[in-house]
Every structure is written in structure tokens, then in C-alpha cells.
């Protein structure tokens, strides 16, 4: 995605640099936008190979409502490890969120919604609950999230409050991507439009090396995500890592970062 390398050229060359909670140290710009079109490809980074497994087991996760990290680990996924206590848990995180937010799924409200009042504003799934952000090991970056229908195509619009631009994005970009074809399939609709807007959008300075390597780098086609005929009518809890399959992906090799806890 070229527009994902001119986030990163627009970060290193017009941020500020700033303190964190990490002590690592940011360089930082408040204010952003990215735009995907769909048809023209997924949207899983060329420029550096991205773990799309990962990805998929994680949206699922909190699809399922789950706040423990065994079902990651049950499939060999430990993203999540640093911020766990020594139970597994992490909290009312984004599943606790989307599933069950002081008794309202909603998810299952903006599918039902999506289908019955299309051109409805009201499309919206937040991660952000102040009474419950004081007991959560991480307070969700990624915070609200809004669906649009036109035509037979629907689009998605995150905001993201903290976005780390070189190792989270890619992941965010993938994810919200994958959920907004999981959510179409299921709403009898085509998946359109991809936009994130971002509060502070920066990358941490132990990543400015890794960042220039990715710089250098041309993009390339985008792959395509292949899913199950069965998606639609599959239980949307129920779903399977196996239910999606990336192919015609042909990256340059990752390029490794230390994440900043």
C-alpha cells in the first residue's frame, strides 16, 4: 500500500517527538487519515511480511467475546502474553466491548441494523467504556467504529486513539479489513471502503531503523482474501481460522522490532 509508506514518510518527517508511558520515546502527529478501496486488493502490507494468522485468530477472539488469552494460545498466537496476568486475563478488552457492553451486543445490533436500516447513522461499535477502561490491562487503541451502507457496498470507518505506525497498524489495517468483509458476507453486502482516522499516530524510536529499511521498498499487488462459501450462514462466534485463506501473496521479508510494553 502506498499510502500506508507515505503515513510513515509523513510521520518521520513532520513529527514531534515525545515522551510515553513506555519511556521509549515517539516521534509523534495528531491528526491522520488512511483510505482503502477493497476491490483494489486486501490490504496486507507488501512491503514487509505481515503475520495474517495472527490477524484472523485475534479478530475472532473478540468476535467470540473472549478476554483470556488461552483461545490465542490454543492456536499459537501470543500477542496479547505481555499484558496477561498470570491467569490469562487481561480484563473487559475489546470482546468484553463489542459482545457485551453493559448487557448490549453490539454486534449482533449493528448486523441486525445493517440489514433492516441500511441507511441508518446509528452503525456504531465502541471499545471505549470509561467505567470499565480502569480495570482493562490495556485501554483499547483502536476505540470506536462506524459502519456505512451505499448501494450493495458497505465501508467501515475506525478511530483509533494510539496507533504505534510500524508494528501495530499493519495489524489494524489487516484486521479491520477482514471484519469488514466478515460483516458484509453477513449482511448480504460487498465490502467497499476501508478509512482509519487516527488521534496520535507515531513510531516509537527504537523503529526509525526499520522504518527507513520499509521505506525503501516498492509496494507490490495486493493479495486476496479467499473465505469459506459457508461464511454467511456460519454463526459469526462460530467462525474458524480455517473459514479465510490469503493467496497471491508475495511479501518482502518481515522485518523485526521490539514492541514497547
Known amino acids: 500500500m502506498k499510502s500506508y509508506l507515505e503515513l510513515l514518510s509523513h510521520v518521520m518527517a513532520n513529527g514531534i517527538d515525545r515522551t510515553d508511558r513506555t519511556g521509549v520515546g515517539t516521534r509523534s502527529v495528531f491528526g491522520y487519515q488512511l483510505r482503502h478501496n477493497m476491490n483494489d486488493g486486501f490490504p496486507l502490507l507488501t512491503t514487509k511480511k505481515v503475520f495474517f494468522k495472527a490477524i484472523i485468530v485475534e479478530l475472532l477472539w473478540f468476535l467470540r467475546g473472549e478476554t483470556n488469552i488461552k483461545f490465542l494460545h490454543d492456536h499459537g498466537i501470543t500477542i496479547w502474553d505481555e499484558w496477561a496476568d498470570k491467569d490469562g486475563n487481561l480484563g473487559p478488552v475489546y470482546g468484553k466491548q463489542w459482545r457485551d457492553f453493559g448487557g448490549i451486543d453490539q454486534i449482533m445490533n449493528l448486523m441486525n441494523d445493517l440489514i433492516n436500516k441500511p441507511d441508518s447513522r446509528r452503525h456504531i461499535v465502541s471499545a471505549w467504556n470509561p467505567v470499565d477502561v480502569p480495570r482493562m490491562k490495556l485501554p483499547p487503541c483502536h476505540t470506536l ?10 465501508s467501515l470507518h475506525l478511530y483509533a ?59 507490490k499487488q495486493l493479495p486476496k482474501l479467499r473465505t469459506n462459501k459457508y461464511l454467511s450462514v456460519t454463526k459469526i462466534e462460530e467462525l474458524k481460522l480455517e473459514d479465510f485463506t490469503i493467496v497471491d501473496y508475495d511479501p518482502y521479508p518481515a522485518i523485526k522490532a521490539p514492541i514497547a510494553i
Open 161 to 219: 486513539r494510539s496507533i504505534d505506525a510500524f508494528l501495530g497498524l499493519p495489524f489494524n489495517i489487516a484486521s479491520y479489513a477482514l471484519l469488514l468483509t466478515i460483516l458484509a458476507h453477513k449482511c448480504g453486502l460487498n465490502p467497499y471502503e476501508l478509512i482509519i482516522s487516527y488521534g496520535d499516530l507515531h513510531i516509537y524510536k527504537n523503529h526509525f531503523e526499520q522504518v527507513n529499511t520499509q521505506l525503501m521498498r516498492q509496494p
Open 145 to 154: 467504529w462506524q459502519c456505512y451502507v451505499s448501494g450493495n457496498g458497505l
